[in-house]
């Protein structure tokens, strides 16, 4: 596609419900990251990969965060037993050059624990 | 670590104003430097990207420097529309790593 493609767009979960966020990044771009947008606030880095590799992961705030990008393009995002502190908005880059480029962001996929 | 702080946090001005916002950060061993526009509900939209060896970027109205030694950079917008109103996050990426860090944005309001 022309741009970054998230889904779902908005997600209510309740608590202790396991969620997936997809991303699809554009087409060719080998580095992929993952971002946490509280509301009112910048986002915060959660995960980075280039093409099939997670090769950071040091921003996933808890072991029920898992990203995984199998076969190097589209990536999903894996948050398990929701909590409350969970609700964000989840945003998706990606970048043609590892680590250098210009990132391209999606419009988000937005989380709702009740 | 890296911090990112953008003053103000929010900003209204009457239409036609010329206007600055600033962002700021603690290390100043950086890569590059991104500002980004978000409109509610939406994801950013980059706006210019300087490299840590340019000082300054123009796109239009817009016009970013960069003064990486003191840490500091500023958006210059020029003419304000009611278009123009959104939030203004500033960005950087380290030499080392890959990811950026955001500062906390502000939120601009032009007035027609």
């Known amino acids: 596609g022309a741009g970054v493609s998230q889904s779902p767009r908005y997600k209510v979960a309740k608590r202790g419900q396991d969620v997936a966020l997809r991303c699809d990044p554009i087409s060719g771009h080998v580095s992929l990251f993952w971002y946490q947008q509280a509301l009112g606030q910048g986002p915060e880095f959660l995960t980075y990969?280039?093409?099939?590799?997670?090769?950071?992961k040091s921003g996933l705030p808890s072991d029920r965060f898992f990203a995984e990008r199998p076969e190097g393009s589209v990536s999903t995002l894996k948050i398990q037993r929701t909590q409350q502190e969970d609700s964000a908005v989840y945003l998706c880059?990606?970048?043609?050059?590892?680590?250098?480029?210009?990132?391209?962001f999606g419009e988000g996929s937005r989380l709702t624990v009740l | 670590k890296q911090e990112v702080t953008q003053i103000p946090a929010a900003l209204s001005v009457p239409e036609g104003e010329n206007l600055v916002l600033n962002c700021s950060f603690t290390d100043s061993a950086i890569y590059n430097l991104q500002w980004f526009r978000q409109d509610p509900g939406k994801g950013l939209t980059s706006l210019l990207l300087i490299q840590s060896s340019q000082r300054e970027q123009t796109s239009g109205r817009l016009n970013a420097s960069l003064d990486k030694s003191s840490g500091r950079s500023t958006l210059y917008i020029a003419a304000s529309q009611p278009g123009d109103s959104a939030t203004y996050l500033c960005a950087v990426k380290d030499n080392a790593g890959n990811m950026l860090t955001f500062g906390g944005g502000t939120r601009l309001m032009v007035k027609p």
């Open positions: 990969f280039q093409n099939e590799a997670q090769l950071d």
């Open positions: 880059a990606s970048s043609s050059s590892p680590g250098t480029g210009e990132l391209f």
